[in-house]
């Protein structure tokens, strides 16, 4: 991943003036077309989660007799095997993956990013400390971790949130750290030091700054894997279980009838793909955007 450092960092800026804006961001999406529509998508799916207990749609837990009804114009996804409406079901879900997606990428930010900045800026044995624990983490694959942990806790989708952000905060702690190492070596942070700013102040003010860029596009990427991931956990059975609305759970409960209802499991699929594409449209946009190269 690219790690952009703003020219305010130079040798002869006592302190970071402003190291990441909300203007520069908006440049950057506005420059890049990827960006742009991923910001789009993400928006619209945050605007779903959002709103969807004020829209005008029917009960996504009502039972009907309209079972595995087609798309028609009263029901527009058509209806399960239990006569629900899926335009409902899927909307609602939404709900339920934005909240596992933000809090368990949230977490693991925090975090992550707290390890890795303690890790970078003191070194040492701290550094070597930190470093073989995420080792640990690093030795076993993402989802068989996250499985695992739920496995181990049971399944309910705050205990996804916590697998999700145990799996993705060593990822962070390693993105953080490697520019933390070049940052604190630079004029700048030197120069702070010498009149005896305090560790503290030292990595808030002088190097958090320049990790802003690099953390929203890890971040954005980072959301696409939670979305992904709560919904393969809930096909599996271990996040929201039937009758919540849920993608992964109408996925499962669609693989059934796949011959005579495709729409069962295709408008559930939908949803996630569109979700898990718009985080990451954003975050590769950003990632080209931000590249000091292209800049």
């Not at 703003?6 to 960006?35: H, K, V």
């Not at 295709?266 to 975050?283: E, K, S």
Request: no cysteine; proline share 6%.
């Amino acid at each position: 991943m690219a790690t952009w450092i703003p020219e305010s960092a130079s040798p002869s800026a006592p302190a970071i003036r402003a190291g990441f804006g909300l203007s520069d961001l908006a440049a950057a999406i506005i420059r890049e077309p990827a960006a742009l529509v991923g910001l789009l998508m993400v928006a619209s799916y945050a605007l779903v989660a959002v709103t969807v207990g004020f829209l005008p749609l029917r009960d996504p837990l009502e039972i009907s007799a309209q079972r595995l009804a087609a798309p028609t114009g009263e029901h527009l996804l058509g209806t399960d095997a239990l006569g629900r409406d899926l335009l409902s079901r899927i909307l609602f879900g939404a709900r339920l993956s934005m909240r596992v997606s933000l809090l368990s990428v949230a977490a693991a930010t925090f975090a992550g990013g707290a390890l890795g900045l303690v890790s970078g800026y003191l070194g040492g044995w701290a550094d070597l400390a930190i470093g073989r624990v995420m080792d640990i983490f690093f030795a076993f694959p993402a989802i068989l971790l996250a499985l695992g942990i739920v496995a181990a806790l049971g399944p309910d989708p705050n205990n996804v949130i916590i697998a999700i952000a145990v799996v993705y905060t060593p990822i962070l702690a390693r993105v953080v750290r490697g520019p933390v190492l070049a940052l604190k070596a630079r004029g700048f942070v030197e120069a702070a030091r010498a009149v005896g700013a305090r560790p503290a102040r030292i990595v808030l003010r002088h190097i958090l700054p320049n990790l802003l860029s690099t953390l929203i596009v890890q971040v954005s990427l980072a959301l696409s894997w939670a979305v992904l991931t709560e919904g393969a956990l809930s096909f599996l059975g271990l996040s929201a279980q039937p009758p919540a609305p849920s993608w992964g759970v109408m996925l499962n409960e669609g693989r059934q009838y796949l011959e005579f209802a495709t729409h069962l499991a295709l408008f559930p699929g939908l949803a996630i793909m569109i979700a898990v594409l718009g985080f990451n449209l954003l975050g590769d946009g950003l990632r080209d955007a931000l590249d000091p190269q292209r800049r």
